[in-house]
């Protein structure tokens, strides 16, 4: 599934509140090691086999006081590893797609 239908579909279900927002989106490719993946509990959802590489795609309003919505690709983007939300640069919540649902 594309990054856009996982974003929408996971927002539906855990943000229905912010879905009506005005949604722009980053993209970046980062090294596995880089401190964006500081937190333990995302270094937990990326296997160590991982690549050296990952596409990291932010989802943002410009409004700050709004989540930050994240999606971790593996850097050709074939694997969907992680989608979190961050409130404040503290992660509140991290799910790893299911390939059945997503």
């Not at 879905?19 to 937190?39: G, L, P, Y």
């Not at 309003?61 to 971790?72: A, F, G, W």
């Amino acid at each position: 599934m594309d990054v856009i239908k996982i974003f929408w579909k996971y927002m539906h279900k855990y943000h229905p509140h912010l879905v009506k927002e005005d949604w722009m989106i980053e993209t970046i490719v980062v090294k596995r090691k880089s401190s964006v993946f500081a937190n333990e509990e995302v270094r937990k959802l990326i296997p160590m086999r991982m690549y050296s590489y990952l596409k990291l795609f932010v989802f943002f309003c410009e409004d700050t006081l709004h989540p930050v919505i994240s999606l971790i690709h593996n850097k050709e983007g074939r694997e969907n590893l992680a989608v979190g939300c961050l409130i404040n640069n503290e992660l509140v919540h991290l799910i790893k797609p299911n390939k059945e649902d997503w």
